[in-house]
């Protein structure tokens, strides 16, 4: 089955800096999903990608699917605090089976 | 509208022993599927039900077995516990049709610490 690739496994910034996870596949992705989990809390659903190119913007967070479909990215502008915790990026295989990346633990220095 | 409801939230089991882990899904949602959370890991796919039967199942040994109700509640039973299946039990819930386009709801989850 597919498989998804996360880097970086960590990223530690100040608070105000950009941050930016990636998600990679040796194969063509039909979709994407992201998925924030905060300390101590469950994954929380924040978009899908299904598009070749495909870009949305949600307030701070940018998230882009390769032309190729082989990879994505999660960009976020101007980091608060409130964006601590661990971001995953997730295919669905089959019938809404998650395989999940191994995710980006941002923490943020104040 | 209740969302995805797990119980127990916590729990501590011994070697050897068996677990019985319960989630309720969100309103609307017939769809179940279980997940294991290793700590700094992401959530791995366990099995999913719909219409009361397994649909798929990740690569978990048979000690893992599950049960959905005719409500779409849903047990997770693990038996002979070990060490390793300390983890973070996640159920999410969604819509069987919704294909590509669905959004899986995770509950809270239940921690179970294996001693």
């Known amino acids: 089955g597919q498989q998804v690739m996360q880097i970086p496994q960590y990223q530690h910034v100040q608070e105000g800096e950009d941050f930016t996870t990636y998600c990679n596949s040796s194969?063509?992705?039909?979709?994407i999903q992201w998925y924030k989990q905060r300390p101590g809390g469950h994954p929380v659903f924040l978009i899908q990608?299904?598009?070749?190119?495909e870009v949305k913007k949600q307030k701070r967070l940018t998230f882009q699917f390769g032309e190729a479909k082989k990879n994505s990215s999660l960009h976020i502008t101007a980091t608060q605090t409130t964006d601590v915790g661990t971001y995953f990026c997730?295919?669905?295989?089959?019938?809404?089976?998650?395989?999940f990346g191994q995710g980006t633990r941002l923490t943020i220095n104040p | 509208d209740a969302g995805v409801t797990q119980s127990p939230t916590h729990l501590i089991k011994t070697r050897g022993q068996q677990v019985t882990l319960r989630c309720s899904p969100k309103?609307?949602?017939?769809?179940v599927s279980w997940y294991q959370q290793a700590l700094g890991q992401g959530p791995q796919f366990i099995f999913q039900?719909?219409?009361?039967?397994e649909r798929q199942r990740g690569n978990f040994p048979d000690r893992f077995s599950g049960h959905q109700f005719p409500n779409y509640s849903s047990e997770l039973n693990v038996n002979a516990l070990l060490l390793g299946d300390s983890a973070l039990y996640l159920c999410?819930?969604?819509?069987w049709g919704g294909g590509l386009s669905t959004e899986a709801f995770f509950g809270q989850g239940t921690r179970l610490t294996v001693v």
């Open positions: 997730a295919v669905i295989q089959g019938a809404q089976k998650l395989v």
């Open positions: 999410a819930s969604s819509l």
């Open positions: 194969t063509t992705l039909s979709n």
């Open positions: 039900y719909y219409e009361e039967e």
């Open positions: 990608l299904v598009k070749s190119g």
């Open positions: 309103s609307g949602h017939d769809t």
